[in-house]
């Protein structure tokens, strides 16, 4: 069965899961609905500029009046959002013939909101993905797909973004003919709910007096959209874009530089050398 398709995306990486599910399954993506500024939401770049241009893009902030009549026209039989951080209004989600559905990278009722990388951040030693059904509240529909997978051997932005795209496209795999089949989900339980606020500034600096692990591991949740992860040295505030093991061994104090690069340094941390890099 070939669906129409609307994604609601404002961040690239959202739109091409949405673009590559349909391209795979035969489906037809009919309109993608973004806003006028997504690089306030995480995107380095304005998301209109990397769309095809034979696709329909409808650019608004203006859910009810604008976006709802136009989506109601083109007859979609499934609303797809993934990357979009709006609420998705009664009058757009009753569209559908089958129904809206939300893709988001973390395994919930665990890690709801904006910033779903918190998780790894804190602690979690795990990647989560869940596509659910679009609920009146971000992210707490009943959940029709969801994986969960070790930490990237890759512990960076791009590897956490990788992942997330491969476990993503699996639920869709999953959720969409669930949907159609009129499957109600799982529902959440909101026991085991938490939230996921934006990183403030001082979670964005990385402290050297952590082990390594607990470094990459921030470090790479902090940059998942776009390199933010903070190092001070010698009076000065580096953005770290990369972190990798070093085959260095040392017993100096954390903090201590052990070799400069052209573009970064080896640096003791709490158990081991880390190899930064800056851009």
Same mark, same amino acid.
């Given at each position: 069965?070939?669906?129409?398709?609307?994604?609601? *995306?404002?961040?690239?990486?959202?739109? =091409?899961?949405?673009?590559?599910? $349909?391209?795979?399954?035969?489906?037809?993506?009919?309109?993608?609905?973004? #806003?006028? @500024?997504?690089? &306030?939401?995480?995107?380095?770049?304005?998301?209109?500029?990397?769309?095809?241009?034979?696709? *329909?893009?409808? %650019?608004?902030?203006? +859910?009810?009046?604008?976006?709802?009549?136009?989506?109601?026209?083109?007859?979609?039989?499934? %609303?797809?959002?993934?990357?979009?951080?709006?609420?998705?209004?009664?009058?757009?989600?009753? %569209?559908?013939?089958?129904?809206?559905?939300?893709?988001?990278?973390?395994?919930?009722?665990? !890690? &709801?909101?904006?910033?779903?990388?918190?998780?790894?951040?804190?602690?979690?030693?795990?990647?989560?993905?869940?596509?659910?059904?679009?609920?009146?509240?971000?992210?707490?529909?009943?959940?029709?797909?969801? =994986?969960?997978?070790?930490?990237?051997?890759?512990?960076?932005?791009? !590897?956490?973004?990788?992942?997330? &795209?491969?476990? #993503?496209?699996?639920? +869709?795999?999953? $959720?969409?003919?669930?949907?159609?089949?009129?499957?109600?989900?799982?529902?959440?339980?909101?026991?085991? $709910?938490? @939230?996921?606020?934006?990183?403030? @500034?001082?979670?964005?600096?990385?402290?050297?007096?952590?082990?390594?692990?607990? %470094? &990459?591991?921030?470090?790479?949740? #902090?940059?998942?959209?776009?390199?933010?992860?903070?190092?001070?040295?010698? !009076?000065?505030?580096?953005?770290?874009? =990369?972190? @990798?093991?070093?085959?260095?061994?040392?017993?100096?104090?954390?903090?201590?530089?052990?070799?400069?690069?052209?573009?970064?340094?080896?640096?003791?941390? $709490?158990?081991?050398?880390?190899?930064?890099?800056?851009?």
């Amino acid at each position: 069965m070939s669906l129409r398709i609307v994604g609601l *995306n404002a961040f690239l990486p959202g739109f =091409r899961l949405v673009h590559e599910f $349909a391209e795979r399954n035969g489906h037809e993506l009919v309109l993608v609905a973004t #806003l006028p @500024d997504t690089s &306030r939401y995480g995107a380095s770049d304005p998301m209109v500029a990397g769309l095809p241009d034979t696709l *329909n893009v409808l %650019i608004t902030r203006k +859910l009810r009046t604008v976006a709802a009549p136009m989506i109601a026209a083109l007859r979609p039989d499934v %609303i797809i959002s993934a990357a979009f951080p709006r609420l998705i209004p009664a009058e757009i989600l009753e %569209i559908p013939a089958y129904g809206a559905i939300n893709c988001h990278p973390s395994p919930l009722p665990a !890690g &709801r909101g904006p910033t779903p990388q918190r998780l790894i951040y804190e602690g979690d030693e795990r990647v989560g993905a869940t596509v659910h059904r679009t609920a009146a509240e971000f992210d707490t529909g009943a959940i029709l797909a969801q =994986r969960i997978a070790p930490l990237p051997d890759d512990l960076n932005g791009s !590897g956490l973004m990788q992942s997330w &795209r491969t476990l #993503l496209s699996e639920c +869709l795999d999953e $959720a969409v003919p669930k949907l159609v089949a009129g499957d109600p989900g799982e529902p959440q339980d909101p026991a085991n $709910a938490s @939230d996921a606020p934006f990183f403030t @500034d001082d979670e964005r600096l990385l402290d050297l007096t952590e082990p390594s692990r607990v %470094i &990459r591991r921030k470090a790479a949740a #902090l940059n998942v959209t776009a390199p933010t992860a903070q190092l001070e040295l010698d !009076g000065t505030t580096h953005v770290i874009t =990369r972190t @990798d093991p070093a085959t260095t061994h040392s017993t100096a104090p954390p903090g201590t530089v052990l070799e400069k690069h052209a573009n970064g340094w080896t640096i003791q941390t $709490a158990d081991q050398p880390l190899r930064l890099t800056y851009g």
